[in-house]
């Protein structure tokens, strides 16, 4: 006898041996045990989920003479004729018998009655493929059958059937069989063939069969004949994916914004003859794992890899932020949607892998979310190093404690250049000015900064999230250190504690942009008023918005204060205090005013 496939050799021939679908066998079989059989059927659903395997035992059982359950008996002379083939059974491939033809043939075959069993059962497979032609000759006579008929349609698209014949019809949705039960499956069969197997060799070929029974069956043949043992390695080579260490380390670099390592390792991997598209696959089935295993505290038992690969994601899931792995999956899920259209599939694979590895250069919301958590974990590991040695700190001299603080805020302000991105450099104005910063209108005013020209610094200013922070540091300090009386009295020299207080109390409520526009203002008290002054006409035009404003007079409420205003310093003198100013800068120039 020829070789059987696993999927033919094994097909069930009673309900019993059906791998789920338990919803669909209970209402035949209560048919049948009833006796109120229906004249058609449609059953529809996913491949490989056991439509045609189901038809053909409902049709035996109908005409079996003593039922077992619902199921055929495959003893009584009705069952032994249909085994060895009967024209009571008709199949038919609607795929290529889809024409008005065929149909009319079948609607006058119909008409004769069964040779051996009550009923003359057609199995119709692939109805959808009919023509409209074929679907009306077929309509009268599943309208009005012969008493003896009955007509089985099986198909993949229901939505591509006439609703005159939907209607005519009993509908029942065959599911996708979860992989637990694949598994279950597929152990039975390699028991009885007498063949070893790695529990997560089974696991992932019941994963590569997405559901599918048949399907399943059809990748474990091919596993089963590769080598002696069916083992985890020997499944992945024939399902032709990438190296698993390779695609670990391809991963891991993109989540961990490390652009270079990515880039060449999906060259290595491709150069080693993988397409494109099993490659894609290949990430996108890891980036699922990953974020199992960042999830689910049942990880290890959900994914069912072996322990060393196991550690591998479970490490890339330890390292990796979740908002990062999200948005890698939507731009991978994108890209490979994108691939049927593209005539360069390989420069699509290393695009979406430079953008996914690179979100610097990516301006929406979830890469500026990936870059802002990953700057918060940065800085809270340098302050959590930084708090372990407390004692060592204490021994050390003011002068190796400055230069400390100096190294921890070089490095957070490398990290946070890209922290908050601004379309134009509106912080910067305060630092590169070729002119003296001029002082606030009216009112006490904080000390001017010296005059500082671009073409005498050799390195930016820093980022407004250190300079904020070392800031609000330096002026808690000086709260601190003033007189209880002083502290609430909201004198003009208590304005850069008050300043403190407000970016502490603001870095807690507000959105990242507004705190940046407020982290470099010069600050002073007139009155019971508290002045904002600012030299950037941007950020004195975004302060005075009724949103911001309304913020910040919330703030500012919050510790005492009751009025405040935002003012553009910088603003025309007059010409009185321009001339006292010209006569104490020049005072050995004798001026004369016309």
């Known amino acids: 006898m020829s070789h059987l496939s696993l999927y033919r050799k094994f097909r069930p021939e009673s309900f019993e041996g059906i791998v789920r679908q338990e919803h669909i066998v209970r209402i035949l079989r209560n048919q049948i045990e009833k006796n109120a059989i229906g004249h058609a059927y449609l059953f529809t659903g996913p491949r490989g989920t056991g439509k045609t395997t189901i038809a053909r035992i409902f049709a035996r059982a109908v005409n079996c003479e003593q039922p077992q359950g619902g199921s055929p008996c495959g003893k009584c002379a009705v069952c032994r004729a249909l085994q060895e083939g009967s024209l009571d059974i008709t199949e038919i491939d609607a795929a290529s018998n889809n024409g008005v033809n065929e149909m009319r043939d079948l609607r006058e075959?119909?008409?004769?009655?069964?040779?051996?069993?009550?009923?003359?059962?057609?199995?119709?497979?692939?109805?959808?493929?009919?023509?409209?032609?074929?679907?009306?000759?077929?309509?009268?006579?599943?309208?009005?059958?012969?008493?003896?008929?009955?007509?089985?349609?099986?198909?993949?698209?229901?939505?591509?059937?006439?609703?005159?014949?939907?209607?005519?019809?009993?509908?029942?949705?065959?599911?996708?069989?979860?992989?637990?039960?694949?598994?279950?499956?597929?152990?039975?069969?390699?028991?009885?063939?007498?063949?070893?197997?790695?529990?997560?060799?089974?696991?992932?070929?019941?994963?590569?069969?997405?559901?599918?029974?048949?399907?399943?069956?059809?990748?474990?043949?091919?596993?089963?004949?590769?080598?002696?043992?069916?083992?985890?390695?020997?499944?992945?080579?024939?399902?032709?994916?990438?190296?698993?260490?390779?695609?670990?380390?391809?991963?891991?670099?993109?989540?961990?914004?490390?652009?270079?390592?990515?880039l060449s390792v999906s060259e290595r991997i491709l150069s080693e003859g993988k397409s494109v598209g099993v490659l894609l696959k290949d990430i996108l089935n890891l980036l699922s794992q990953v974020t199992v295993a960042k999830t689910c505290k049942t990880a290890e038992r959900l994914l069912a890899l072996p322990k060393e690969l196991f550690k591998e994601v479970k490490a890339i899931a330890a390292k990796a932020d979740g908002r990062a792995i999200l948005r890698a999956t939507e731009i991978f899920i994108k890209t490979e949607n994108e691939l049927r259209f593209v005539s360069s599939p390989r420069i699509s694979l290393e695009a979406a892998i430079m953008r996914t590895s690179y979100p610097e250069a990516d301006y929406d919301i979830e890469a500026l979310l990936v870059r802002l958590n990953t700057l918060e974990a940065r800085l809270a590991e340098a302050k959590s190093t930084k708090a372990t040695a407390p004692d060592l700190t204490e021994k050390r001299g003011k002068d190796a404690r400055v230069a400390e603080d100096l190294a921890v805020q070089k490095e957070a302000r490398q990290e946070a250049e890209y922290a908050f991105p601004a379309e134009e450099p509106i912080f910067a104005e305060a630092y590169f000015s070729?002119?003296?910063?001029?002082?606030?209108?009216?009112?006490?005013?904080?000390?001017?900064?010296?005059?500082?020209?671009?073409?005498?610094?050799?390195?930016?200013?820093?980022?407004?999230?250190?300079?904020?922070?070392?800031?609000?540091?330096?002026?808690?300090?000086?709260?601190?250190?003033?007189?209880?009386?002083?502290?609430?009295?909201?004198?003009?020299?208590?304005?850069?504690?008050?300043?403190?207080?407000?970016?502490?109390?603001?870095?807690?409520?507000?959105?990242?942009?507004?705190?940046?526009?407020?982290?470099?203002?010069?600050?002073?008290?007139?009155?019971?008023?508290?002045?904002?002054?600012?030299?950037?006409?941007?950020?004195?035009?975004?302060?005075?918005?009724?949103?911001?404003?309304?913020?910040?007079?919330?703030?500012?409420?919050?510790?005492?204060?009751?009025?405040?205003?935002?003012?553009?310093?910088?603003?025309?003198?007059?010409?009185?205090?321009?001339?006292?100013?010209?006569?104490k800068n020049f005072k050995d120039y004798p001026i004369e005013i016309k």
Do not use: W
């Open 109 to 262: 075959k119909v008409q004769y009655p069964p040779v051996s069993g009550r009923y003359k059962v057609y199995i119709v497979d692939e109805v959808h493929m009919l023509t409209d032609s074929a679907f009306n000759a077929l309509l009268k006579t599943l309208e009005e059958p012969p008493a003896h008929a009955i007509f089985i349609l099986a198909t993949t698209e229901p939505q591509k059937i006439p609703a005159t014949i939907l209607s005519r019809c009993m509908r029942l949705d065959f599911k996708l069989i979860p992989e637990e039960d694949l598994e279950k499956h597929l152990k039975t069969i390699l028991r009885e063939i007498g063949k070893e197997y790695e529990e997560e060799a089974v696991a992932a070929i019941a994963r590569a069969g997405a559901g599918s029974d048949r399907d399943m069956l059809s990748i474990a043949e091919a596993c089963i004949v590769y080598s002696e043992k069916l083992t985890y390695e020997a499944v992945t080579a024939v399902l032709g994916a990438a190296d698993f260490h390779e695609t670990c380390k391809l991963v891991s670099a993109m989540l961990t914004a490390d652009m270079p390592t990515a």
């Open 434 to 583: 070729d002119e003296p910063v001029m002082p606030a209108p009216s009112g006490p005013r904080k000390e001017s900064k010296p005059s500082v020209k671009r073409s005498e610094i050799a390195v930016p200013a820093p980022a407004p999230q250190i300079a904020s922070a070392a800031r609000t540091e330096e002026a808690n300090t000086k709260a601190s250190s003033l007189p209880q009386s002083e502290r609430s009295a909201g004198a003009p020299q208590d304005a850069e504690a008050v300043y403190g207080k407000f970016l502490q109390a603001l870095r807690k409520t507000a959105r990242g942009a507004l705190f940046a526009m407020c982290s470099d203002l010069i600050v002073s008290f007139e009155g019971d008023k508290f002045i904002f002054a600012t030299e950037s006409e941007t950020v004195y035009g975004a302060l005075n918005r009724e949103n911001h404003r309304a913020t910040m007079a919330e703030v500012l409420k919050g510790i005492g204060i009751a009025a405040f205003e935002v003012r553009k310093s910088g603003a025309p003198v007059s010409q009185k205090d321009a001339i006292l100013e010209l006569k």
